[in-house]
């Protein structure tokens, strides 16, 4: 499963909200030049203080044993699930019949339990007998009338109708456990289109079919769907058949014959075009709506040649009997990798010029990756989830770097530890946790991005060649079973000859990283270099074992890179050279998940602006040495304009003093005009717009073009504000029909600023459908609009924005959250000043946002509504 909304929503709004420039057009952060305990929350070192007490009190008997969350046991193994179904759209009902061929697991047994919530069940037979049973509404306990023996199978027959809209509230990261979603089951929204699919993970498919509904559990499967004929189905495995039933509906029957999890499951009906492609003479197909159909093969680009990438890597060609994607209407998580038929969210559904700089590879490659690590092998437990979640995360970086080469791969690693060290400076866990308070917690920066970034170091560790010859060990060793975290371990051991029992236990059965104060001095009499490392982490998270690099640059040009192990609290290690070191740096490639506290002076600084150098030390000289007025530092940042990678130029572009150095500004215009990236570009056309430069007027207006990329397009409609209003407000006229969200960002923050209140209209026609970042721009820019309104029209749109923060449906998380902000600013504006609202104005207001906090289930984005309200 891929998480989408809140992976950096907290971190990424504390760093935007109050920023001056506009979101569309922020720089990308290169985020380890910032990374560092000033700006990262760490508990205070040696808090932890043992006093003679305190050890008596260690050593007694705890008054209770502490929580362990175990493995399910298995009673009975299911090896088979047939499904016979058809669906409600009046009550958002399934009505089913599920027939389950099972046999004990080992011990001889009577009684099997199934997890069935909230059926009615109608008849219930095994081996076509009657039988006993007792239910509560979650697990349904079937006395079988006699014992049965492992190897002798019984069938369990189950009539029933599931009425999955009962489910309760979800979590951050998946935010309905309904399991079956019927969409516009009425059909009174013109704008969505009706559809039912599922989301089983963690434990939801039980809502809607019989099952044991767990991890550990595998079985075929066989599904038939009866459904009107307009609609088109998906199901996991093969369409076997497609019978016209003659009444205005067809039943499809799929089969699935190769085992999975039951929280694999799926099922998809809907109005969708399928698009067909193939891979070694296995069916790939996308299913889209029908307005994006010949934009399918852009939203899944590369999909074939991801297989293929995957199948080799692994050593294990793409095992399963074919793979779909489809896009489906709001769904409540990123992406999930059902087995052969992957479920997105509709963020990824985008027209062609939508996808120019801005594809859909890395959570493509997620859900694909799943399909060896996590479906084909699976996690026993959700404690052991990151076996799942951190392989898939892994795939982002191992295809960008296949692909887009080292520097994409990289950047997209910062973009992981950054998420990381945010969740964890607010509470940190082991990666493999045995006592989550919820198994929907697990779903996090933990086993996601932690997971990835400890593999990458297992792959340093080891090398390549042994790092994927044991992923082929431990595909094979434990192919279509559940596995736990020392079954990776004895596969890496196996393959290597290893003893890395260190290595699984630091990063996966212990918490926390370690942060690192690192200095170096030159003793010129010894002809050394004196290493000091000490490790600063809090006294409860573990000293951690870490084999790593220096590299000590000379004044020769030459540099010399040496193998050193830090082991110890502090750690002390001398280096022989015969010459001074211009610069020390500690793990240069920066592959290890650590906080590195270390100076460098401008010179230093200068050094580390080199191309042989990893991403993560070429992008610190560029916010480092923007302050620094030196005619060498100012160098540095101007050519790191020329860099090879776009995110580089475009912190160069955001650093670089342009003001003091205007006759650079036809630079900046070729940028604009030419730079391969799109966001690059729109950089380099906002600054020149910034700049004043009536020069510049003709070229800043060819970004707004029918062709050009939309943060393209976006940014020159903000610059050429800056150059010529008169000539801005005829293009807009153009643009206003435009639906996308960073040109609709852009117009509103010039209406923003116009003062004039019939512009109103404008905002009113994109309150909910302006997505992602730009819809902070949009609220920001309505509410300077709606300061020239009288008191009876701002609450008229508070009742608006209150809408939009309550809606259920697929709204963006950011557009929720930015309404609600608004809401919340005005609120504090009329508290300050007076007469700004009534009393009974105010009031109401109040009542508006109590309500949406108390309506809010994601407790993520319900901290950020209290840090609103406390700022």
């Not at 003479?281 to 934009?295: A, C, H, L, N, T």
């Not at 080891?462 to 060793?477: C, E, P, R």
């Not at 050429?720 to 435009?738: I, Q």
């Not at 449906?809 to 309404?819: L, M």
Request: with cysteine.
């Amino acid at each position: 499963m891929a998480l989408r909304n809140i992976s950096y929503l907290i971190f990424g709004l504390t760093l935007l909200w109050g920023c001056s420039s506009p979101r569309i057009l922020i720089p990308e952060p290169l985020p380890l030049a910032s990374i560092d305990e000033d700006t990262t929350e760490f508990r205070d070192l040696d808090t932890l203080v043992v006093s003679a007490d305190d050890e008596d009190e260690a050593n007694a008997l705890p008054a209770e044993q502490a929580l362990y969350r175990a493995t399910s046991t298995r009673s009975f193994d299911l090896l088979h699930s047939s499904l016979d179904l058809r669906f409600d759209w009046t009550t958002e009902s399934v009505i089913g019949s599920a027939e389950l061929l099972l046999t004990p697991y080992f011990y001889p047994d009577s009684i099997l339990i199934l997890d069935a919530i909230d059926f009615e069940i109608e008849e219930l037979t095994v081996n076509g007998v009657p039988a006993l049973y007792d239910y509560d509404r979650t697990n349904l306990e079937i006395h079988l009338g006699k014992l049965f023996d492992k190897g002798e199978n019984l069938t369990v027959k189950i009539d029933y109708q599931a009425t999955p809209t009962r489910g309760e509230d979800g979590s951050a990261a998946i935010t309905s456990d309904q399991g079956l979603f019927f969409i516009n089951a009425d059909n009174s929204d013109p704008n969505k289109p009706q559809q039912i699919w599922t989301q089983g993970e963690t434990e939801f498919n039980s809502r809607w079919f019989p099952t044991i509904d767990k991890p550990n559990e595998r079985c075929t499967e066989d599904i038939k769907l009866t459904v009107d004929n307009k609609f088109k189905t998906l199901s996991n495995g093969i369409l076997e058949s497609s019978q016209d039933n003659g009444d205005g509906t067809r039943t499809d029957h799929w089969i699935m014959d190769m085992p999975h999890a039951p929280y694999l499951v799926m099922i998809a009906v809907g109005d969708f075009a399928k698009v067909d492609d193939t891979w070694k003479g296995k069916e790939v197909s996308y299913y889209v709506e029908p307005e994006f159909e010949d934009d399918a093969r852009d939203i899944f680009a590369h999909t074939p040649e991801m297989l293929t990438f995957f199948s080799d890597i692994t050593g294990i060609d793409y095992p399963w009997p074919k793979f779909a994607q489809i896009i489906v209407r709001d769904y409540v998580s990123g992406a999930m990798e059902n087995t052969t038929a992957v479920i997105f969210g509709e963020f990824i559904q985008k027209h062609k010029r939508e996808l120019i700089d801005n594809y859909n590879d890395g959570i493509v490659a997620h859900e694909m990756f799943h399909h060896w690590f996590g479906d084909y092998v699976t996690c026993e437990s959700w404690s052991n989830l990151t076996l799942n979640e951190g392989f898939a995360n892994y795939a982002e970086y191992l295809w960008l770097e296949h692909k887009y080469g080292k520097d994409e791969a990289e950047n997209h690693r910062i973009e992981e530890i950054q998420g990381y060290l945010y969740q964890a400076s607010q509470d940190v866990h082991p990666l493999i946790d045995f006592a989550y308070s919820d198994k929907e917690n697990m779903f996090d920066a933990h086993s996601y991005n932690k997971g990835g970034l400890v593999l990458h170091m297992l792959r340093n560790l080891v090398g390549d060649d042994a790092f994927f010859a044991s992923l082929n060990h431990y595909l094979k060793t434990n192919a279509l079973s559940a596995v736990e975290v020392h079954n990776l371990r004895l596969a890496f051991e196996d393959v290597t000859g290893l003893d890395l029992n260190w290595f699984f236990n630091q990063w996966y059965l212990s918490e926390g990283h370690p942060i690192l104060d690192f200095e170096y001095k030159w003793n010129q009499e010894q002809s050394e270099i004196n290493l000091t490392i000490e490790q600063k982490q809090d006294g409860s998270i573990p000293l951690f074992v870490l084999p790593t690099f220096v590299d000590i640059y000379y004044a020769n040009g030459e540099r010399m890179r040496k193998e050193i192990v830090i082991d110890s609290r502090e750690e002390k290690i001398s280096i022989a050279t015969e010459e001074h070191p211009l610069l020390v740096v500690l793990d240069p490639d920066r592959s290890l998940l650590a906080v590195i506290n270390e100076s460098f002076t401008p010179e230093q600084y200068q050094l580390l602006y080199d191309p042989e150098n990893s991403l993560s030390l070429r992008s610190l000289p560029i916010s480092n040495l923007a302050s620094d007025d030196r005619e060498e530092s100012e160098s540095t940042v101007f050519h790191a304009l020329d860099d090879p990678f776009w995110a580089i130029r475009r912190a160069a572009i955001s650093n670089y003093d342009w003001e003091a150095n205007n006759e650079n500004l036809d630079k900046l215009a070729s940028m604009a005009e030419k730079d391969p990236h799109s966001l690059v570009r729109a950089d380099a056309v906002y600054l020149l717009g910034s700049s004043g430069d009536t020069r510049f007027k003709e070229a800043v207006a060819k970004g707004i073009s029918n062709e050009d990329p939309y943060p393209v397009v976006a940014a020159s409609i903000l610059a050429l504000k800056e150059l010529d209003e008169e000539m801005t407000m005829e293009k807009l006229k153009v643009l206003e029909s435009e639906e996308q969200s960073d040109i609709v960002a852009a117009i509103s923050m010039i209406y923003g600023e116009s003062g004039d209140t019939s512009n109103l209209t404008y905002f009113d026609r994109h309150l909910s459908t302006v997505e992602g970042l730009p819809s902070l721009d949009f609220y920001q820019s309505l509410d300077n609009l709606l300061k020239s309104t009288s008191a009876a029209t701002k609450m008229g749109w508070m009742e608006k924005l209150e809408l939009v923060a309550t809606s259920t449906g697929g709204i963006s998380p950011y557009t929720k959250i930015a309404a609600t902000r608004s809401m919340i600013s005005l609120l504090k504006s009329a508290e300050k000043k007076k007469n700004l609202l009534s009393e009974t104005q105010l009031e109401e207001l109040r009542q508006k946002i109590d309500h949406i906090i108390e309506e809010e289930t994601n407790p993520q984005i319900i901290s950020i509504y209290q840090n609103f309200m406390n700022s």
